[in-house]
């Protein structure tokens, strides 16, 4: 138990489908991540909110479009997705996002997406 | 943030030491090492992290050298749970991304 949890675990969705990503940490963080995993492919950066002010967007499609309205939840929001969107998709959070400095950060266990 | 370097794979016998190597030469002076690992399917795990000096936690020992430009990641008492992928970070002032690369799959044999 990370203090971050991610629900659902699992979910399958259609291209033409809306749904939603939750992540929620308990450890008292004011900065959290969206990350995704696919298959074979190192973890890649997606989004970063900083005191729920968004800091950092990779170059992300706007079919995932995140939404954090407070510092211990964070959402993604899904439509329009293609089947290579299928990956492993992972929230951390950490004390601060601050630059040089140390900083961990605390992963959930993901959510699995399937995109048909 | 500087590269990392480390074997694709590695094999460690059950209740031995694993030594998990990691380069990173063009590490800058203010560049901490982290190390997390990732079990099948779970989310990476955060184990240890270090700037200069050695470490050690109740999960793992890091050793960095002197020059700063390689570590070995030890865990002392390999067991099968110890059985994930392996990840060497450097991160230093580009902010608090942290850039996985491929990671060392370590497997733990009875």
């Known amino acids: 138990e990370t203090g971050v949890t991610q629900t659902p675990r699992h979910l399958v969705m259609g291209m033409t489908n809306k749904k939603s990503l939750k992540c929620e940490q308990h450890?008292?963080?004011?900065?959290m991540y969206w990350y995704k995993q696919s298959a074979k492919k190192p973890l890649e950066l997606m989004f970063v909110?900083?005191?729920?002010?968004?800091?950092e967007n990779n170059s992300v499609p706007s079919r995932f479009s995140p939404e954090c309205p407070n510092s211990s939840h964070l959402f993604l929001h899904l439509h329009t997705l293609q089947p290579e969107d299928s990956a492993l998709y992972l929230c951390?959070?950490?004390?601060?996002?601050?630059?040089?400095?140390?900083?961990?950060?605390?992963f959930g266990a993901g959510t699995r997406l399937s995109v048909l | 943030d500087a590269k990392t370097t480390q074997p694709p794979s590695m094999d460690c016998a059950e209740g031995r030491a694993a030594n998990l190597p990691c380069n990173h030469s063009?590490?800058?002076?203010?560049?901490?090492v982290y190390w997390y690992r990732q079990i099948h399917s779970q989310g990476p795990q955060y184990i240890i992290h270090?700037?200069?000096n050695n470490e050690t936690n109740e999960m793992a020992s890091l050793i960095i050298t002197e020059d700063r430009k390689s570590s070995t990641l030890i865990l002392p008492h390999a067991t099968l749970r110890d059985t994930a992928v392996y990840y060497c970070?450097?991160?230093?002032?580009?902010?608090?991304?942290?850039?996985f690369g491929g990671g060392t799959r370590l497997m733990v044999k009875p």
């Open positions: 951390a959070s950490s004390r601060a996002f601050v630059r040089d400095m140390e900083n961990i950060q605390y």
């Open positions: 450890l008292g963080h004011n900065a």
């Open positions: 909110y900083s005191l729920e002010e968004r800091v």
């Open positions: 063009t590490i800058s002076g203010n560049e901490y």
């Open positions: 270090g700037l200069k």
């Open positions: 970070i450097v991160r230093g002032n580009a902010g608090n991304m942290l850039t």
